[in-house]
């Protein structure tokens, strides 16, 4: 149990993820989305089917008279590309201006409060952004695979968020104590007040170190169409491990402006 800080700033315990959990938090999601690709529990033990979440619901839309089964493939393709393309803003955004030496860091860090670009809007767009990801690709997996890692994902991805909340509250004290008043935990604001702090953002190097979310998007964008499941699942593997390979020989990069 982790004491944290609630939006209206009362007071409460919060379950928060463990420093563990945070140092390995990229292996815990990877695995998290391996499992619902792999699902293994539908040859094990007959536990659903083995076709896409995409295929499903367009299958299920059409069955249950919403829209024909022709509307209903592209309606689904362009919900999962809109999410994948949430996915980048929030990601590409919030690690320009974060730094990626924080955003890639094993160990939470604690600098000055962050109240620039995404960060007036919502206190965890790349958490968020994380989220819509994984949301995105999950049409690409069987439809209990795709349940499985997004249940999983959202409590894993909360405990995060708890657990980062309650250590930036006794590192920064009162100021951020202040900013989590002022600012919405997981639904942005439409407008924001905030005051800037003058950070500058570092694009080039927040695009390289998200090229994951990016290939994503490409690959749903325009891969989708050719309704090839197999093909949809090997492009996401090869923007996976191009990504791991770029964000590995990323320089460091500090989240105060150069």
């Given at each position: 149990?982790?004491?944290?800080t ?15 959990e ?46 024909r089964f ?11 590309v ?26 939470m ?101 998200e090229?994951?979310?990016?290939g ?5 964008a ?37």
């Amino acid at each position: 149990m982790v004491h944290s800080t609630s939006e209206n700033g009362s007071a409460e315990w919060s379950v928060g993820a463990s420093a563990i959990e945070f140092r390995l938090r990229m292996l815990i999601m990877t695995v998290i989305v391996m499992m619902g690709f792999w699902a293994p529990w539908i040859e094990t033990w007959g536990i659903g089917d083995r076709i896409s979440l995409l295929e499903w619901l367009a299958l299920e839309l059409g069955r249950l008279g919403v829209v024909r089964f022709t509307v209903a493939t592209p309606v689904v393709i362009v919900v999962s590309v809109l999410l994948a393309a949430m996915a980048v803003v929030l990601r590409v955004w919030g690690t320009a201006y974060l730094g990626t030496g924080t955003v890639n860091n094993a160990e939470m860090k604690a600098g000055a409060v962050m109240a620039d670009g995404p960060y007036c809007y919502v206190r965890n767009p790349l958490y968020l952004g994380s989220w819509c990801m994984l949301a995105a690709m999950a049409f690409v997996m069987p439809p209990t695979g795709a349940l499985f890692t997004m249940v999983l994902t959202t409590i894993f991805l909360l405990r995060l968020i708890l657990g980062e909340e309650a250590f930036l509250s006794v590192k920064l004290g009162e100021t951020y104590k202040a900013y989590l008043h002022a600012v919405p935990r997981l639904f942005p604001l439409l407008r924001s007040s905030l005051a800037r702090r003058g950070n500058k953002p570092h694009w080039l190097r927040a695009v390289l170190a998200e090229l994951n979310p990016i290939g994503v998007f490409v690959t749903l964008a325009f891969l989708s169409w050719h309704y090839d499941n197999w093909l949809l699942i090997k492009a996401l593997l090869v923007c996976f491990g191009v990504s791991l390979v770029v964000r590995a020989l990323l320089p460091g990069n500090a989240s105060s402006p150069d």
